[in-house]
T-cell receptor
Framework: AQKITQTQPGMFVQEKEAVTLDCTYDTSDQSYGLFWYKQPSSGEMIFLIY??????QNATEGRYSLNFQKARKSANLVISASQLGDSAMYFCAMSFTGANSKLTFGKGITLSVRP | EAGVAQSPRYKIIEKRQSVAFWCNPISGHATLYWYQQILGQGPKLLIQ????????DSQLPKDRFSAERLKGVDSTLKIQPAKLEDSAVYLCASAHYWVGNGYTFGSGTRLTVV
């Protein structure tokens, strides 16, 4: 069975600095996708970035990058130049192709950006 | 492109009452998911539809929860009777067949059972 682990306690970062949010996963499948979502206090789930298991390069989307280390089964999110609006819960998730396409989420990490 | 619509946004009910949530996915999205997110936790899948067929309902408490997706478009999730532990945010999401670039979530329904 697939599992996502996010163990960091609440994270704090100074505005304009970079921060790394950790995520490890467990699966025996070779084909899978890894996602990061942001959930502000308003509750909506905002898609940030996606990494396919066969992608050779780390995914990047603006200020977000995913540090994918397949052998270690880790998929850490790096946010560069943090902004006050980045304060939110961040969830790592995994899915597979075909019928088993549901997202399996970790428990999340709270990020607080200090001015 | 319109997003995933959910209603109501908030609902407060007493235990043992019934409640229903509605979701309208993005047009053309064949796959629809209902997730339950208890405070402080990540979302957990309740049920997954492909068009109007159920793909996965293994974590749906079927003694009290039911869901349907008529005509492969809109979906409703019902709880009857509600328990205190059902207090959560209920998120609906939709996706194309291949979800490589992410799902689209609705704003969710925050349910409080008192």
């Amino acid at each position: 069975a697939q599992k996502i682990t996010q163990t960091q306690p609440g994270m704090f970062v100074q505005e304009k600095e970079a921060v790394t949010l950790d995520c490890t996963y467990d699966t025996s499948d070779q084909s899978y996708g890894l996602f990061w979502y942001k959930q502000p206090s308003s509750g909506e789930m905002i898609f940030l970035i996606y990494q396919g298991s066969y992608d050779e390069q780390n995914a990047t989307e603006g200020r977000y990058s995913l540090n994918f280390q397949k052998a270690r089964k880790s998929a850490n999110l790096v946010i560069s130049a943090s902004q006050l609006g980045d304060s939110a819960m961040y969830f790592c998730a995994m899915s597979f192709t075909g019928a088993n396409s549901k997202l399996t989420f970790g428990k999340g990490i709270t990020l607080s950006v200090r001015p | 492109e319109a997003g995933v619509a959910q209603s109501p946004r908030y609902k407060i009910i007493e235990k043992r009452q019934s409640v229903a949530f509605w979701c309208n996915p993005i047009s053309g999205h064949a796959t629809l998911y209902w997730y339950q997110q208890i405070l402080g936790q990540g979302p957990k899948l309740l049920i997954q539809f492909q068009n109007n067929g159920v793909v996965d309902d293994s974590q749906l408490p079927k003694d009290r929860f039911s869901a349907e997706r008529l005509k492969g478009v809109d979906s409703t999730l019902k709880i009857q009777p509600a328990k205190l532990e059902d207090s959560a945010v209920y998120l609906c999401a939709s996706a194309h067949y291949w979800v490589g670039n992410g799902y689209t979530f609705g704003s969710g329904t925050r349910l409080t059972v008192v």
